[in-house]
């Protein structure tokens, strides 16, 4: 099946980007983010809109996209303020935001977020995979979107207003007339206007009573809405009507005589100019947002790290995870020897490991496939090599690397965080993978705290969960651990646990120690080995 996969999208063209963001681990949002669009290939954030799903008379992509556009269109390019924020979250309740498919919408997204990546990165993802699921081009993605905690200014273009209210409304968010007149063909591609929601568009009264009408038939992110619009045989409500009032989409695309609609007409032209504007449009934000380089999918990718104490040891779980590109010889990469990946790590104090550091090979190597962008990005699959090192309790670990051998010709080399080397901050506060405990009832999470005699230790744990309903809800929890009567004190670590929410999405311990602060980010709720 795998297979069949490689010999399908062989011929797809990679994302083609000179400068990608750099991966220096740890970096939650990064990883975060490149997961969700590159890796889980389960999410809906990956799924929900393939194949150009429909729902409610539209698509599920059209929904997405209406919505990146509605949140972002309330920026004001001379103050700076608003722009993709989340902020639509609070103004969900306005006639401008009308709308079955803005409330889907963000329960689509409820399950996306997590500490260190906002609704509104996840609104911007949503664009790009509602273009790339109607098989529209790959949008570059940049992270770092901060989320508004209140509503933004009721300013959202409306359909009755007129062409110059239009062109001073885009200009506000930073696009000049033709820009503006691309952006919208490019918006209405997908999707439609809905009966029950636009009355004065199209008339419920009138026979044949419909209950809405595609902006074009079938729907698909292409540039029918243009060409069809040019040869007079649009279906477009917004540019034939009925009522002309209501006729934005005639009025905008008319606004320059027609001179961007007919350069849109070639099918390159508009996927590219399609691609350029949607990508500033997700990139219209606050000014005091700072966004980090397109997130491409990241070759050799350390997670799933556990360090904790066990049997006089400290047991050390890591996975290197490594690209297999497309265009890789899937054959020849089957029949040729497995590289040896070889873990290797320095003492955190004296010198346990020698100059060369201390080593693990790899006990398990296994592979996946990608999220279908993935492999339209030119990821063949992912392979994961596994790592179960047992590391000197008291000399511990300061940092460690990896040494490859491809074993195809090509001399061994090193994987060492862009020469910074993986750095493991502290190991006063670890997260015990071992200890923790998670049954479908309950996860406990347990820490390991090295208090050295301390008496003051305090730990908790600020999570971020699934807000489920009503929308919109703040996510975030404290949970207090306390000492864990089930794990004695043991080499040297005291055990404090608590009990999250099966609805947490990422957590993050925190713990005072005599005084310092310490805090470790965990990604996910696993324990040690499953
Ligand atoms: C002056 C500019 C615009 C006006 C007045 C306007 C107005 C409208 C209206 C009235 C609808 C029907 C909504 C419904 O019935 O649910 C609609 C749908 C839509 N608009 Fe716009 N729009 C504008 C620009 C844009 C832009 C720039 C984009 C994105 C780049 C966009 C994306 C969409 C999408 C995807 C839909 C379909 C939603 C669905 O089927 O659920 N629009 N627009
Ligand atoms: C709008 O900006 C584009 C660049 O994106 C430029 O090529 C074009 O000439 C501008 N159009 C107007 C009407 O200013
Ligand atoms: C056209 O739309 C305008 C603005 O919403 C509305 O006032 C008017 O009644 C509509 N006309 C018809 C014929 O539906
Ligand atoms: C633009 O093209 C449309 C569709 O062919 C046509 O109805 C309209 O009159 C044209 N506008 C101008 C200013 O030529
Ligand atoms: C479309 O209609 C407009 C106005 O009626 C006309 O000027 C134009 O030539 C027509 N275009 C085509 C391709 O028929
Ligand atoms: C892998 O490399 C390490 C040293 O880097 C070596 O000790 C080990 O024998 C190698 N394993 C295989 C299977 O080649
Ligand atoms: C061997 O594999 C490495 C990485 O896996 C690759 O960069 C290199 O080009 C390969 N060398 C040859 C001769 O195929
Ligand atoms: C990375 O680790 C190696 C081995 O311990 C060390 O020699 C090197 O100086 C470290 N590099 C940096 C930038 O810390
Ligand atoms: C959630 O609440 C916490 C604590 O009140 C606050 O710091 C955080 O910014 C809020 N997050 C959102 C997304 O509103
Ligand atoms: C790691 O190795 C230890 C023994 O050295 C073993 O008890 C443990 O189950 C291993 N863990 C995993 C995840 O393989």
Known sequence: MRLSLFVQLACALPLVISQGAVFHWPDPLLDSVEAQLYVDHLSPLSTATLNCRTRDLSTVAAQWLRMGFHDMSTHDKETGKGGLDASIIYELARAQNIGLGMRKTLVDYLSSPNEYVGMADVIAMGVVMSVFGCGGPIIPFRAGRLDAHEAGPEIVPQP?????????????????ESEMIALTACGHTLGGVRTVDFPDIIDVNKPPRLVGIAFQVPITFDNSVVTEYLDNSTIN???????????SDFRIFNADKNVTMQKLADPKTYNSVCADLLARMIDVVPSNVKLTDPVLPIDYKVQNTFLFPQGGSLAFLATLRTLQPQNEDIRAALAAPIRNVTLRWASRTGNFCPPEGCAAESFLLDYD???????LSGVAQWAYYHFNATVDLKTSISHFWFEI???NGTAPYVVDNHGTNFTIEQDTLLYDARRSEYTPQKYTMVAAVKNQGLASVSTYSTIQGSPLDPIPVNGSATIHFTLDPKHPPKDGYTFYSGTISEKSLSNTLHATVGGKKFSQWVPILSTAGV
């Open 160 to 176: 009755d207003q007129d062409i110059d209210s239009h062109r001073a409304a885009f200009v506000r968010m930073g696009f000049n």
């Open 237 to 247: 409500p917004l540019v034939v009507g009925p009522n002309m009032t209501m006729a």
């Open 369 to 375: 496939t990608g999220s279908a962008m993935a492999e």
């Open 405 to 407: 051998d491809p074993k």
